[in-house]
Structures are given as C-alpha cells and as structure tokens.
C-alpha cells in the first residue's frame, strides 16, 4: 500500500452524500429559476457577511491571525501521522475507544455495530458535516434506528425531508413562514396555533428536542477540533443543544475527519477566535464544549457518558493529503465564510453543488475527496474571482486549487480517451498555420469568409461544432475587412 507522511494512502474513494445526481451546469440551472429560493439566500448571504466583516473589522491583527491559523494548519497536516497516534493514545489513557475508517461504508458499519451493541433503537445527534458526507441517518435507519437532529437548523431539514444547503446554517434557503409549515405539518405535539415569530419557532422546537434529550440513551456528534496533547474532542455552537446531547446520553460515539486535529491547546486558541467571527460574525460562540474519554466522579458515579467512541475518518483524506496543491484543502475549519462571499452560491444556492459540502469549499473538496472524474463539474463552479480567498480565515487559495483540478480532468480525460482533446486539436493547426508567413496570410484571407456569419450586426454569434461550444455563451467580432498585414504592406507600399 502507498503511504504519505506515514499515513496509508486509501485511493479517493470517498462514499456518501458528495456527489449529486446531476452536473452542476444542470442542477445550477434549476436553482436559478426558483426566486423564492434566490432572495432566501440573498437576504442570508448579506446578513452573515455584514455581520463577519463587522468583527473582523474590530480585529487589528485579523490578518496576523489568519497567517498563524494557517501556519499550524500546514505544519499539522505535514506530521497528521504522529498527532493521530498520539490522539489515539490519549483518548485511550482516557477511557474511550479508538476506531478507524478507512470510508464512509466502514464508518457506518462502526457506528451502527455500536449503538446496536446499547440495545437502544433511537440516537439524539449534534450538527455534523462527517456523518452528513457519510450518510450516517441512512444507514441508522436501515438497521432500525431512529436519528434524531437536534441543531434547529438541522432539525428543520430533518423534518422537512430535505437537503441541506449550507455548511453553517442548513436551512438557509427556508424562509420563517416554510418553517412553520414543517413544524405543523411534521412536529408531534405541536400548537396548532404556531405563529413564524422566530421566538415561538424555537420554543416550539426546544419542548420537542426536551423529551428527546431526556429520554435517549445514545448521542452522536462530530469534533470541530480534536487537541492530540490531552485527547480533547471540541464542539462549537451557538443552540446548547450539542451539550445536551453531549452530556446527558450514557453512550457518546464521535465521527472525525482526520483533519480536524489540533496538536496542542495553545493552536487551538487562534480557531477560537478565528472561526466564530468567521463563521456567525460574533466575538465568540455562546457554548464550546470539550471532552476526552469516559468520566466518573470521586463517588464512582458516572459524570457524563459512560462510554466513549471516537471514530476516524479517512473517506478520501489521506488521498487529499498526498496532492502537493489540493491538500491545503484540509485546512479547512467548515466556517462557510467562503460560501457567504461567493457569487455563484448567491445565486444558486448549496444544492446545485450536490454535495454536503456546497459552495467554493465544496467544488474543491468534494472532487478532491471523490476522485475528480467522479465529481467534474465541481472545479468549474467558479468564476475564479478570488472573494473566498479573501474572506478565508486560514487563507486557502481555493482560486488555485480549482485551476489545479481543472487541469487534473484535463489530463484525465485525455488519457481516458486516447484521444487530444478539441482544444488541443485547435492549438495544434494554430500552432501549423502561423509556423510560416505563407500559411498565416493564406488564413487570414479565408477569415474573411466569416464575414457573411456575422450578418448585419456585425457579431458572429454560432459557429459551426467544435467551435459551437465557444460561441454558445458568447459573440465573435466579425474578421474586418483588411488584415493589418495588407494594411502594412498597402501603406508602406510593400509586396503583400
Ligand atoms: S475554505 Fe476557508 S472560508 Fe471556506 S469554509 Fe473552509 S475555512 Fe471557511
């Protein structure tokens, strides 16, 4: 088996929820026409983005910040080898157990043999992108067991049979009145008279989670940060919900994405002040919770879970890692201030991307995670215009890493097919036709045919194939009429 930096290298296999049915051209297309949707989405993007750039505006040394976030970052992924031992270590010497996934399949076998092993038939959960890219509910609930979301916005996905559309806030593309039809519509034991004051929505949901966290055996969560030096898995949020969930169930069973290690806590303190501003535009989260292994109190009582799994997952990480460009991308800390800044997510919003992972942090870890000629589409989902650069708070150069893609399922299709691809095809007789004056003066003049294509407006605006695939988004000026060769040659009265 390959390694890199120690680490086996799992070929990008990455299964569950990244991928959509359709391309993003496609699936963009639809997004587009659904205007309730597209002004959702508008009103949420501004208001997150005002709000982040306000904090970070308080901030002198934001961008001192954001050099540091990244610096540890990088050198962590150069030695994730040695922090992941020494993460298993601790939370070992700690009380819990460590498993490894190599895929989102393993991770799912892992944690229903697990909760199977309770005997419980219903879990409470704590927002998670791992277990959203794994399709965790899924397979819960082909083994009979019931999941359920207890982050609002997660809830009213959940509730509402739908997909989440944002990293932060899932629900973005719900408006208050479509939320309070969910929860009529879905929400056992709920007031009839529900209005979509935002206040009486939360209520609303907060006596339903109740019964739920106080009658379930079994939480699951992710790990926003995992310290390797004490074996401390951290969650951020801003409901209280996670912390139930973390606390109050006798068995808790953590799905991580390898990357999410932090070797010490001195690094964990620059994401603390980094992610919150990014992500919900506040100083700081309102819980941060942190744990290690299984507690009990000087009286032998249980404080907190008895039980505690962590499971680690590969799931086309250690594939990402390898990539000299890509891997920055495991950088990430999910904060989705790229998405808010982006102008194609604006507009299409986070489903077109297909993706658990949706705007520009999706079109590069998605494709990364699945193989490129799984998810093609993605790495062109951009205008490259540099916004998600600027508003990273660990200075992903994602622009970069799109354009690395793209090159990538260049190669990889030329090598499938066998075949130069049209742009090659049409670099190669460009690259004949000007190798010698003659040639190049013979094409100029039959350009001059083209003149008839552009009509009275003068604009060509279809070619015939290949080149109908250049004109089908945009015009050609028509050749003119003198080539500046014959212009050169009739003034300075010299043999064209
Ligand atoms: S790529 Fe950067 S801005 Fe986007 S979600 Fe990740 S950390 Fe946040």
Request: aromatic share 6%.
């Amino acid at each position: 088996m390959t390694t890199f930096l120690g680490l086996p290298v799992h070929a990008p296999r990455g299964v569950g929820h990244l991928r959509g049915d359709e391309p993003f051209p496609d699936a963009a297309r639809k997004a587009l026409a659904n205007t309730q949707l597209r002004r959702n989405i508008g009103h949420a993007t501004a208001t997150i983005r005002a709000k982040r750039a306000a904090v970070v505006a308080e901030l002198d040394d934001w961008e001192q910040l954001r050099l540091a976030g990244e610096a540890i970052k990088t050198a962590t992924m150069l030695r994730l080898d040695d922090h992941l031992e020494q993460l298993e270590r601790r939370v070992t010497e700690r009380g819990g157990t460590v498993h490894w996934a190599r895929d989102a399949n393993e991770a799912n076998e892992i944690v229903t043999r697990l909760v199977q092993a309770t005997g419980e038939s219903e879990v409470v959960k704590v927002k998670s992108m791992a277990t959203q890219e794994i399709g965790l509910n899924e397979a819960l609930e082909e083994a009979g067991i019931a999941a359920f979301e207890t982050d609002l916005a997660e809830l009213i996905v959940q509730l509402g049979h739908d997909k989440p559309s944002h990293i932060l806030v899932p629900a973005i593309h719900r408006n208050r009145s479509e939320i309070r039809e969910i929860f009529l519509r879905e929400m056992a034991g709920v007031d009839p008279e529900l209005t979509d004051d935002p206040r009486r929505l939360a209520m609303a949901a907060r006596a339903y989670l109740r019964r739920k966290f106080l009658s379930t055996k079994v939480g699951i969560s992710g790990a926003n940060f995992a310290v390797a030096e004490t074996g401390t898995m951290v969650v951020l949020e801003s409901e209280g919900n996670g912390r139930m969930c973390l606390t109050l169930p006798e068995t808790l069973i953590t799905v991580m994405g390898i990357e999410k290690l932090v070797p010490t806590w001195t690094d964990l303190e620059v994401f603390l002040q980094l992610l919150p501003r990014s992500s919900t535009g506040e100083r700081m989260n309102p819980y941060t919770s942190a744990w290690g292994g299984a507690h009990t109190l000087d009286d032998g009582s249980p404080d907190g879970p008895r039980d505690f799994h962590l499971v680690l997952l590969d799931n086309g990480r250690t594939a990402t890692l390898a990539d000299e460009v890509g891997r920055q991308v495991l950088n990430c800390i999910k904060c989705s201030a790229c998405m808010n800044v982006c102008p194609v997510y604006e507009r299409t919003g986070g489903h077109a991307y297909g993706s658990v992972y949706p705007g520009p942090i999706g079109a590069v870890l998605s494709p990364q995670l699945t193989g490129v000629e799984d998810n093609a589409s993605l790495p062109y989902a951009s205008s490259l215009c540099g916004a998600c650069f600027d508003a990273c708070p660990v200075r992903i150069d994602i622009p970069s890493v799109l354009v690395h893609l793209r090159a990538q399922h260049v190669e990889e299709q030329k090598t499938a097919r066998r075949l130069p691809t049209p742009e090659a095809v049409a670099m190669a007789a460009a690259s004949w036709t000007m190798s010698t004056p003659k040639r190049f003066a013979a094409a100029e003049k039959a350009s001059r045919a083209a003149r008839v294509l552009g009509g009275k407006k003068g604009r060509i605006s279809t070619l015939p194939p290949p080149l109908s695939g250049w004109s089908g988004s945009r015009d050609a000026p028509v050749p003119p009429k003198e080539t500046f060769r014959e212009w050169w040659a009739r003034t300075r009265d010299v043999p064209s």
